[in-house]
């Protein structure tokens, strides 16, 4: 079946450095991939998606480019802030219009200033 | 985007004893679905609820353990039923976003003693 693997962490950076967190997956057909982020305390959030090959998303200085031929998400940034700590889940949906996604396991990120 | 709360934020519970989580959206949304994020490890989804019909669960979650109520639109409520120590974990519920991809609540963290 469809799954998806990300890096284990934790991670830990010094503000300003570059950040990449690898994603792959395996899936049978043409799925959805997103990245979503969850700070101390609160629910996870989207943070970008992309929706075919060669998109790339992007949002608040991160992004992530679909790349069928290596089936890879891979997060980048490409300088952290103590803010950007938090948990980073990686996580596809099938493309065939369910609802259902595929998460994997987050990668926590320790920023330090 | 919908805004959800979700409560209680953690508990402490005995084990064989039920917790009820709530989940409140500031939107009325037609399904809701619930997520298990055991220890170390990816979310896992345990059912959608949509109002007004009984919810439908996933491979390896039955109702008489994990009973779902969704009154209405904008509300529904997660039972963990006969806990044990091996229902340790943290719940969230989520709904669709406009832009694609979920929003999620902030999570119950639960812990069975």
């Known amino acids: 079946g469809d799954s998806v693997t990300q890096m284990e962490g934790p991670v830990t950076l010094s503000e300003e450095a570059f950040l990449t967190i690898n994603c792959t997956y395996t899936?049978?057909?043409?799925?959805?991939l997103f990245w979503y982020v969850q700070y101390p305390g609160e629910g996870l959030q989207l943070l970008l998606k992309a929706t075919k090959a060669d998109d790339k998303g992007s949002n608040k200085g991160f992004e992530a480019t679909y790349r069928k031929e290596t089936t890879s998400f891979h997060l980048e940034k490409g300088s952290v802030q103590v803010s950007d700590s938090a948990v980073y889940f990686c996580?596809?949906?099938?493309?065939?219009?369910?609802?259902?996604?595929?998460f994997g396991t987050g990668t926590r990120l320790k920023v330090l200033a | 985007s919908a805004v959800i709360s979700q409560k209680p934020s953690r508990d402490i519970c005995q084990r064989g004893t039920s917790l009820t989580i709530q989940c409140q959206v500031d939107s009325q949304v037609t399904m809701m679905f619930w997520y298990r994020q055991q220890p170390g490890q990816s979310l896992t989804l345990i059912a959608t609820?949509?109002?007004?019909?009984?919810?439908?669960?996933e491979s390896g979650f039955v109702i008489d353990k994990f009973p779902i109520s969704r009154p209405n639109l904008t509300f529904s409520t997660l039972t963990v039923s006969n806990m044990s120590p091996e229902d340790s974990s943290i719940y969230l519920c989520?709904?669709?976003?406009?832009?694609?991809?979920?929003?999620f609540g902030s999570g119950t963290r639960l812990t069975v003693v």
């Open positions: 989520s709904v669709e976003a406009p832009s694609g991809g979920y929003t």
């Open positions: 899936a049978t057909g043409y799925p959805s």
């Open positions: 996580a596809l949906s099938d493309g065939s219009g369910t609802y259902k996604y595929i």
């Open positions: 609820a949509n109002q007004g019909s009984e919810a439908t669960y």
